[in-house]
Structure formats: C-alpha cells, structure tokens
C-alpha cells in the first residue's frame, strides 16, 4: 500500500481548532476504511475516530463525539481530523491507518500506518 502521511498538527490553544489531513500515495482513501488513533505522553495508543470506505458513515469514541469530525475529500484523495473545541486532554500523537475491510476500534484491524502528528493544547 501507498504511504500515509499526517499533517497540519501544532501548538493550539484549549478550545481551539485544527484539522490534520492524511495522504496516500499510489492508492485511492475511498477504498479504504480509514482510522484514527492517538498516543498521548506515558499513554497507550487509542482509538478516536474511523470513516467507512465509500461512503460518509463515521464512528467516534465518546471522548471526542460532538468535537471531532473525521471526512473525505474524493478530489484531494485525502482524509481529513477536523478537531474542535479541542481540550488539554487531546495532546497527543495523533496517527491515521487504513484497513481493508469495515471499520474497526482495535488497532490490530489497521495494516498501514501513517508516520504520526503531534498536536499540543495549551492553556
């Protein structure tokens, strides 16, 4: 599979905005059920949100529902973590993965990784 590549994290202030894209070289993201997953300092990677391959149907774990949006843009072949309201507790290593087959929680299910992006919410 093609490499995955995050971007667009940083330093953003405690109920500020970001949105990391995800790239995939030499393959189509609509053919991919498409994860994200973070890792936070002292912290075992989890699960934060998942896009269905094709169509629009996400999932999101409770900490992040009503605050992050997970998205495809067909035209771009990018995936899109529209983060929001985003608190000190989302400071993290934040990695997307791609799986074919359905949507998963467990990381086990992903067979391609991105290399990772830090995002850091400050006070």
């Known amino acids: 599979q093609g490499q995955r590549v995050e971007s667009g994290g940083g330093l953003v202030q405690a109920g500020g905005s970001l949105r990391l894209p995800c790239a995939v070289s030499?393959?189509?993201?609509?053919?991919?059920?498409m994860g994200w997953f973070r890792q936070a300092p002292g912290k075992e990677r989890e699960f934060v949100a998942a896009i269905r391959s094709g169509g629009g149907s996400t999932t999101y774990v409770d900490a992040v529902k009503d605050r992050f949006t997970t998205s495809r843009d067909t035209a771009k072949n990018t995936v899109y973590l529209q983060m929001n309201s985003l608190e000190l507790e989302d400071t993290a290593v934040y990695y997307c993965a791609a799986r074919n087959g359905p949507v998963s929680r467990m990381s086990f299910n992903y067979g391609a990784w991105g290399q990772g992006t830090q995002v850091t919410v400050s006070s």
């Open positions: 030499g393959r189509t993201v609509s053919s991919y059920a």
